[in-house]
């Protein structure tokens, strides 16, 4: 990344989300995948610390050489702070040039987080849902469901977004603000859905294989613990499976381990990374009524990407606050 100034910059929530646009970050999230999945990536899968029963705090650091962009997240999950009131997914991201160390900018990292997921995710249907796909289902109520519910949008011409969540109130308020369809349960959001996603913080499965037709496509978003699972192990094995990133995927995600430990599937299971379709080296979908699964676990690469993308913005826009010693 070029260094455009000696002084490094600070960006709030609120300067990123003036710096990013959601079409772009799609673009870039394309791009990014493409490149870890290549190869082009140095990335550690993330470094988590159990602070309590599903709240933790991990690092996640990468370097993608092509594009010459250093940087690292650090990032705290904290259910609990829902009932504070507060975001449950904190973040700052650092990023460095990557040819003298400096530090280039500091940046909140809660709205990236958000953002980036919501992208990968659009990208997983742009490559995996069928063409024709018109319903979308979203689980969930919160920060991810509006993200998804924006972003969904950029990927296919829904002619129909349903959502469903326990939370009556939530939902209420989610499907006037997002303009979607409120279900009311998830069994009547999910059938018939050509695309579902699952923007919830379940630790067990939050819907049943029965429930998915033939040729829909499944996003997964939650449940990155081993111990954590969101997804039927019924449904993952009628399904072809992609993930992120297979090193991830085999050690963080209950959906992916528990799946193979209780027999469900074999390791060899999981089809492709995402960024090997998007690269073109792995197929996507084989035919209209094959079903999809994209388990996503959230990738450093995504976070730093975005981060220099807001940065770059931010540089050309006049935002931030330079750091002076």
């Not at 613990?225 to 991830?248: F, G, I, Q, W, Y």
């Not at 960024?275 to 197929?283: F, I, K, W």
Request: proline share 4%; with cysteine; net charge negative.
């Amino acid at each position: 990344m070029e260094n455009d100034s000696a002084v490094p910059l600070w960006l709030s929530e609120a300067h990123v989300r003036a710096a990013l646009s959601l079409e772009k970050l799609i673009g870039a999230m394309e791009r990014a995948l493409s490149a870890f999945s290549a190869g082009e990536v140095d990335q550690p899968v993330r470094t988590a610390m159990e602070l309590r029963d599903r709240t933790f705090f991990a690092l996640m650091p990468a370097y993608h050489r092509g594009a010459a962009t250093l940087g690292a997240k650090l990032v705290s999950v904290v259910p609990e702070n829902a009932a504070r009131e507060l975001p449950t997914h904190l973040a700052a991201i650092s990023l460095f040039d990557p040819e003298t160390g400096e530090l280039l900018a500091v940046m909140d990292g809660r709205y990236i987080t958000e953002a980036r997921t919501a992208a990968v995710s659009a990208v997983s249907v742009s490559y995996l849902a069928r063409k024709d796909a018109a319903v979308a289902a979203i689980l969930g109520s919160g920060v991810q469901a509006r993200s998804h519910a924006a972003a969904l949008r950029l990927a296919r011409n829904f002619a129909e977004i349903r959502a469903w969540s326990p939370t009556e109130a939530h939902l209420r308020a989610f499907a006037e603000e997002c303009g979607v369809a409120a279900a009311p349960s998830a069994a009547e959001a999910v059938r018939g859905a050509d695309v579902i996603v699952l923007a919830t913080n379940m630790t067990t499965p939050a819907i049943e294989s029965g429930w998915v037709d033939a040729g829909a496509h499944v996003v997964s978003i939650g449940a990155c613990r081993p111990s954590h699972r969101e997804l039927d192990p019924r449904l993952v094995a009628r399904s072809r499976l992609v993930v992120d990133s297979r090193a991830a995927a085999y050690v963080e995600s209950g959906d992916v381990i528990q799946g193979i430990r209780e027999g469900w599937f074999s390791r060899e299971h999981v089809a492709a990374e995402l960024g090997e379709v998007t690269g073109g080296r792995a197929p996507g979908r084989a035919d209209g009524r094959e079903i999809t699964v994209f388990k996503a676990l959230g990738l450093a690469i995504e976070d730093v990407t975005a981060a220099a993308l807001a940065y770059r913005q931010a540089r050309e826009m006049g935002l931030g606050i330079e750091v002076r010693p």
